[in-house]
């Protein structure tokens, strides 16, 4: 199986300080996608930024930018001025292109802001 | 308008009995997928399915089974609850990977 790696089970950031989640993946694809997903604590899955495997530039989304390093299999999340809302589980995950469109998760972290 | 619906949100059964639940889209897309998540696993493939009458394991299939009969329904049948199945279960739905996937709301299964 090609895994997904989130080595921070748990993280404290101050309000208003950039955080960044860490993401690794394993893969033999050429063409491939990165998502990251939020869940707050009402349960619900909610996207929050996407990157494909021959994207240039990093994906950004608001506050959101996801700082990818393919030779690395690295897709970072960051969160710049983190706010009491970002508080929630955070899942970095990966889908195959073209045909193989299943989408594998890491085991998540979970953001704490404090206030 | 919910995309995705679950049913039923929450569940409590017996074990050895059989469970259905259901995954309804209003959006068309090819592919309907059901996952289990439990603490410190994420999100683990049960089934995916690529169109009608077409569907494949994932990684945790044992103890699962699928059909989907319309486009527009994914129906994951427990076939005899076990205490181990006991989980959150999370229905998605992709067009294609690259236009993204949408989660329903969640359905908690709990096998007693």
């Known amino acids: 199986a090609q895994k997904i790696t989130q080595t921070q089970p748990g993280m404290f950031v101050q309000e208003k300080e950039a955080v960044t989640l860490d993401c690794t993946y394993d893969t033999s694809d050429q063409s491939y996608g990165l998502f990251w997903y939020k869940q707050p604590s009402s349960g619900e899955m909610i996207f929050l930024i996407y990157q494909g495997s021959y994207d240039e530039q990093n994906a950004t989304e608001g506050r959101y930018s996801l700082n990818f390093q393919k030779a690395r299999k690295s897709a970072n999340l960051v969160i710049s001025a983190s706010q009491l809302g970002d508080s929630a589980m955070y899942f970095c995950?990966?889908?195959?292109?073209?045909?193989?469109?299943?989408?594998?998760f890491g085991t998540g972290t979970r953001l704490t802001i404090i206030p | 308008d919910a995309g995705i619906t679950q049913s039923p949100r929450h569940k409590v059964t017996e074990t050895g009995t059989p469970v259905t639940l259901r995954c309804h889209q209003t959006?068309?897309?090819?592919?309907m997928y059901w996952y289990r998540q439990d603490p410190g696993h994420g999100l683990r493939l049960i089934h995916y399915s690529y169109g009608v009458k077409d569907t494949d394991k994932g990684e945790v299939s044992d103890g699962y089974s699928v059909s989907r009969s319309k486009t527009e329904d994914f129906l994951l049948t427990l076939e005899s609850a076990t205490s181990s199945q006991t989980s959150v279960y999370f229905c998605?739905?992709?067009?294609?990977?690259?236009?993204?996937?949408?989660f329903g709301s969640g359905t908690r299964l709990t096998v007693v």
């Open positions: 959006e068309n897309h090819r592919y």
């Open positions: 998605a739905i992709s067009e294609s990977s690259v236009l993204g996937y949408t």
């Open positions: 995950a990966r889908s195959a292109n073209f045909g193989n469109e299943k989408l594998t």
